[in-house]
């Protein structure tokens, strides 16, 4: 089967993989429809990232069909399922309290276990979950990615009018606007990029846009950093109210906190990882079926597996939103 492989950080080829015939226990055989390039990929890509290792198979952001199932597997042939890249133990300590996505023995595909930007991919019945009927794949694939937002949000209090700062306009951001938009919350989209905040006003004419320098001196309720930039956590740190919260998704290597003003503005921080699997893809889930809930602006392009570099190349431009690869053969 032919595969993406990442040899070292900057060498991706595409070349034939071995591929496995005999399945075990309750495996499952995947013939992939749809893959979608992460931050994450991309960090993997430049190196940037001290836990991942070479050379590997990239990619997370998985759904497709089961072709084959191993003999002890309760899934049927035929069906889609979305992957749950992450494994978790259910046996450490954060497991235990039911906090999966901080597991002790956590392992993620694409970054230290090989992933599945793949034609076909092999993972345990554990960690795949049916995608509904009503579900087309164009939205089924952003369950993964949006999970993370879900999870995220879930942090926070948002009704009506709540004033929400979401710093970095990329698929995370643009995610996590989509669902504060269907909260009804008062939304400022924030980002270095002039075309990505041209681009929101075209998808959302009631969310407010602007340059970093366009907001100083505005407070919001709740500010969720998407970007992982040290000037984007610096300024979000000042843009929270006094008695709100700011939620950190993008991760950024190091900043300077202003302890005082976090103190004495009783500021809280919540630091967000990921999801806790299944729970939060079924919530994800859930959202994405509601017909109301509008997801089309987050893919930006669709390539051929085989046009790999020039999905990169877009993907890490950060010019766009979600770039997917298509493994599905028409």
Known sequence: ML???LNKPGELELKELPSTTILQDNEVKIKLIYGGICGSDLSVFKGRLAHATYPICPGHELIGTIIE???NSTFEIGKRVVV???SYCDECENCRKGRRNICENKKSLGVNIDGGFSEEFIISEKYVMLIPDELPNEKAVLIEPFAVIVHAL?????????????IGCGTE??????????L??????????????????????????????????ELFDIVIETAGARSSFEQGVELVKPGGVMVLIGIVPEATIPIAHVVR??????GSIIYNAPCDFQKSIDYLKEESFKVDQIVSKIYHFSDYTKAYEDATSGNYGKILLKFKEE
Not at 154 to 166: N, P, R, S
Not at 173 to 182: E, P, V
Not at 192 to 197: P, T, W
Request: charge should be neutral; aromatic fraction near 4%; avoid cysteine.
């Open 184 to 217: 009804n919350a008062s939304i400022t989209g924030i980002d270095i990029n002039k075309e990505k905040l041209e681009k929101i006003r075209n998808f959302f004419p009631n969310i407010q846009t602007g340059l970093p320098e366009d907001v100083k001196g």
């Open 154 to 166: 879930e942090k926070v209090l948002i009704t009506k009018d709540t004033t929400v700062a979401i």
């Open 173 to 182: 951001g643009l995610l996590a606007m989509t669902l504060a938009h269907h």
């Open 265 to 270: 503005k009783e500021i809280t921080l919540f």
């Open 69 to 71: 199932v191993g003999p």
């Open 84 to 86: 749950m890249p992450n």
């Open 3 to 5: 595969g993406l492989l």
